[in-house]
């Protein structure tokens, strides 16, 4: 047994190996193993990741089977009490595991721990900024309106994780909300205030380069929240119930509409108004979302104007994001 194991998976980022693998290595901890997993890449990632293997340092390999599969798998081969989870290509700063492994060797109670982070957006005019806020406590009710955590940042209880079930395979995106909205039953969460981890947001082939798979994120994401809201009403979670046909269920979400337009919003600020307008029609659809009808023609009808407006947009986007955030304290 060792006390944390750290949990990294990678898929074609064969660049971006090296930096971050190092600052794993560079931890203040002294009692933990690394566990990097290649996902059957298609580059020389594979290779990059066998470079650092060590006495603390092991590489799963394997065929792509996708982030959950790959979780699931290295997570049951962890020795380690606690798990903290490392996106791939992203930085840990040397605190990090240390003060998270802290918590939970002090706080029975406590079951999560994330923290700060600083995020680069690359692929964006936007500059890095810190994102989250501390919080410590019973998070049923609040993972509602707020997700507390990044994936990339957190550690956990290897019995909680185990209790619950592991990551559920339905969730190709938005498997971290899913697993926090279960866990949540079961343990407290705490997000120090440190800032211990960076975070590179728009990665070629990530989910939050791609508006496909960041749409599809989003659902799945409401879905999760919605068999969440179910088991706290005290009925059957319908995923559990019905199987994938549970997301049938699924009611019009005017939640899911406002993350449509914030999106939709970041994307005309960058000036992909093509995928801008693909956003406000889902919002729209949604459940008849006026501000997206308003979105979707500001985009659709002066687009040679609002290209390239990102000071516009940002503008745009700010007065959505407050709205949002004003509506979800109410």
Known sequence: MVRVSVVSVFYNRAGMVDESVASLKQQSLDDYEILLVDDGSTDNTLERLRAHEDAATRVIAG?????????NKAIAEARGAYIAIHGSGDLSLPQRLA??????????E????????????????RPPHLVKQAFDGDARETIIDWNPFHHGEVMFRKTVFDQVGGYRPFFVCAQDRDLWCRMSHHCHFLVLEDVLYRKFAKVPGSVAADPGRLMLQRHLSDFALYCHRERLAGRPDPLEQFGEQGALFRPPSRDLAKDMCVIGSRYAADGNLEAARTCFRRARDENGYLPARLLLAAATL??????????LWRKLLRLVQKARWSEARR
């Open 110 to 125: 406590v079951g999560v721990v994330g923290c700060r982070s600083e995020v680069v957006t690359l692929q964006s005019t």
């Open 99 to 108: 003060r998270q492994a802290e918590i939970l060797d002090q706080r029975p």
């Open 63 to 71: 065929p792509n089977r996708g982030l959950v599969g790959a979780l």
């Open 302 to 311: 002066t687009p040679g104007i609002l290209l390239g407006a990102g000071d």
